[in-house]
């Protein structure tokens, strides 16, 4: 009885968790479109944990396929939900893109898990949900200011679709996952060039583009840049297994932040790559992004203590990994 569906655990933080999951002796089942990542992370899931893994192509938003899926496994005792697209800047372009598939993806399973009687999810929530908020850090009984996009209101919406739903669920709020997995066989393999700061850092670093823009200089910040709090996609991997375990045991409904508890700006950020990975980064400042905001970063104390939960690993050892991530997909 240690089945666990994993939908989009196929992409960079479920294919972490996945691991996790197999590590803790769960088996996960993951349902993923490919739409934004490869099959080689099912490869390198399959090489690290020398298990095979279930693996099924279809799409979350298929109420029929999904249900298909569930019905012929037995001893599955939740479910964790990543897949989403998450692209801010795309969601501004193509918001519709961005409703249908986040939303109707939560929608499907939440059906197929309710005639199925499979209580528990795990829900892939974001700090976005807070808006630009007015005090910081912020903890989970922060309201939800105006959302800064459409992929923002959609984790707004599924957050509060979970909490209509009659499932027990736990909404993990991550802040900015950056990091990969030492093995550099599992990692972010987004189709789509990323608009997050530390690929693009590893791409000026790796010489595949000519320069970092940092979007912003005048920010009401120590330095002028954005500041973020930044986690270690292993951290975040750990923290749904104790979240899941959590879920099962408690049968309620809870949210939870997941960061380091500190802020770190885009200008440090850089520094720390170029002293740490010894790679200079060439870069100039540039306009601010629409959608951006100035400063956020959490107050890990609930996690800390309801879960049981924080963070391991340091900013300087994701960007360590990160960078090996970047070399690693060069040789490709
Ligand atoms: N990476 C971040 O910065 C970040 C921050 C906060 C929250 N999140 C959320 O965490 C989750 C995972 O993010 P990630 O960084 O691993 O992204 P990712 O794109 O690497 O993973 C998402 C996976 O879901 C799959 N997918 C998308 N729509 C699907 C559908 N309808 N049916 C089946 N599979 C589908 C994609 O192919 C991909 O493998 C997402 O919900 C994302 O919104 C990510």
């Not at 807070?130 to 800064?148: D, M, R």
Request: proline content about 2%.
């Amino acid at each position: 009885m240690n089945k666990v569906i994993v939908t989009g655990g196929a992409g960079y933080i479920g294919s972490h968790t996945c691991l996790k999951l197999i590590e803790k002796g769960y088996e996960p089942i993951i349902i993923d479109n490919l739409s934004n990542t490869n099959l080689e992370n099912i490869r390198g899931l399959e090489i690290i944990s020398k298990k095979k893994v279930f693996f099924y192509n279809i799409d979350c938003c298929d109420k029929w396929k999904l249900e298909k899926i569930i019905k012929q496994k037995i001893g599955i005792i939740g479910a964790i939900h990543f897949a989403a697209f998450k692209s801010v800047e795309e969601s501004v372009k193509f918001p519709e893109k961005y409703y249908r598939n986040n939303i109707d993806s939560l929608k499907s399973l939440l059906s197929v898990m309710k005639t199925n009687k499979l209580n528990n999810i795990i829900f892939s929530s974001s700090c976005s949900v807070y808006g630009n908020p007015e005090t910081l850090p912020v903890h989970e009984q922060t309201l939800f200011k105006k959302a800064e996009s459409p992929y923002s209101e959609t984790k707004q919406l599924c957050e509060k679709m979970i909490n209509k739903s009659e499932l027990f669920s736990v909404s993990l709020r991550y802040f900015n996952p950056i990091g990969s997995h030492d093995s550099g066989l599992i990692g972010d393999r987004s189709l789509n060039s990323s608009s997050n700061i530390v690929p693009i850092i590893c791409e000026v670093a790796s010489g595949k583009r000519d320069k970092l823009v940092i979007n912003g200089n005048d920010y009401n910040t120590n330095d002028g840049s954005c500041v973020r709090d930044y986690i270690h996609v292993e951290d975040l991997a750990d923290a749904h297994i104790k979240a899941l375990k959590y879920c099962i045991k408690n049968k309620n409904k809870s949210i939870f932040n997941l960061g380091i508890g500190k802020g770190v700006s885009v200008k440090e950020l850089v520094k720390l790559f170029q002293k740490t990975n010894n790679k200079k980064i060439k870069f100039e400042y540039g306009p601010r992004r629409s959608g951006d905001i100035a400063e956020i970063y959490s107050d890990t104390k609930k996690s800390n203590k309801i879960l049981n939960w924080s963070a391991k690993k340091t900013v300087k050892q994701a960007l360590i990994s990160s960078w090996k991530w970047e070399l690693q997909k060069h040789k490709k």
